[in-house]
Structure formats: C-alpha cells, structure tokens
C-alpha cells in the first residue's frame, strides 16, 4: 500500500515501510521504441502479469494464477512488453500519465530493457507529464530519462 504523505503507521498489523521516490516527468522528445508493444490481448495481457511478478518478484502471488493481480478491462489500463524480457504497466487520464511495475526478468537486466519499455511510455504519453515511484535499482534510469523527485511515499507490504 502506498502512503504519499508518510502519515499511516501499519507496523501494528506486521507491516514495514520502505521510502521510495516519487518522480515525475514533464512532456519531452523520446526516440522512438521499435522493440516494445502494446498489449492488446488477454493472452499478452498474462504474459505481462507473469514477467511483472516474476520481475520484482511478488512471491505472494506465486505460483501465479492468471488474472489475480492483474484483472483484464481495467479502465485506463495499459501494459507494455518487450520480448518476454520485460512488461510494465500504466494508467491514463486526460491530464496524466502513470507508470507501474516497470520488472525486467533477471536474465535480462542491464540489456536495455528497462530503458526500452520507458521510451515506449514517455511516447505513448507524449503530450502529458507522466509520473511514477522508483524503485532503488530503477531511480538512476529515470534519472537519466530526465525525472525529477518531488519526495518520498512510505510503500507498506
């Protein structure tokens, strides 16, 4: 669960609290990303969920049952793949844009990946700013990709 304001205390229910950054990104010129798609179908939609999972890793969720963590038809809801090497997440409105669960499977970290798929969303999102929380590995590539950190967000697991 994130707290952007750093006001809950859930360690009474055995949670702890890491401090990520939270970063945003004004619209910009990105190369384009022949490499990345969009997911467009139910089948590509698991593939993601699977290589986000596996990514980070979420051991809560494995084995992995389809769907559980993320259900098809979401309004807003967008994933983007590289490959089956990596897969993220975002979410739109009229004004801006979000990236989530950008997870690059450990055989392919530090291979591009991750910088792919984030030249595929800043062009997706190519006329609003786009936001996100950086991981501590992922903080120094969005650093390069011109982010900048408005704070930190206590994230509770």
């Known amino acids: 669960m994130e707290d952007p304001f750093r006001t809950l205390?859930?360690?009474?229910?055995?949670?702890?609290?890491?401090?990520?950054p939270v970063m945003?990104?004004?619209p910009a010129e990105v190369r384009e990303e022949h490499t990345v798609t969009r997911v467009t179908t139910l089948d590509g939609l698991r593939k993601a969920e699977d290589i986000i999972v596996r990514g980070f890793p979420l051991e809560e969720y494995q084995p992995l049952e389809a769907g559980t963590v993320f259900p098809a038809g979401v309004p807003g809801q967008d994933f983007f793949g590289k490959d089956g090497e990596g897969?993220?997440?975002t979410m739109a409105d009229a004004h801006v844009g979000g990236v989530y669960w950008v997870a690059t499977l450990p055989e392919h970290r530090s291979k591009g990946v991750g910088r792919a798929l984030m030249h595929a969303v800043l062009r997706h999102f190519h006329d609003r700013p786009v936001?996100?929380?950086a991981s501590r590995s992922g903080k120094p590539l969005y650093d390069k990709l011109g982010f900048t950190t408005l704070?930190?967000?206590?994230?509770?697991r």
């Open 151 to 156: 704070g930190d967000a206590d994230w509770w």
């Open 87 to 89: 897969a993220c997440l």
């Open 9 to 20: 205390d859930l360690s009474g229910i055995g949670m702890t609290a890491a401090q990520l």
């Open 131 to 133: 936001t996100l929380t």
């Open 24 to 26: 945003v990104r004004e």
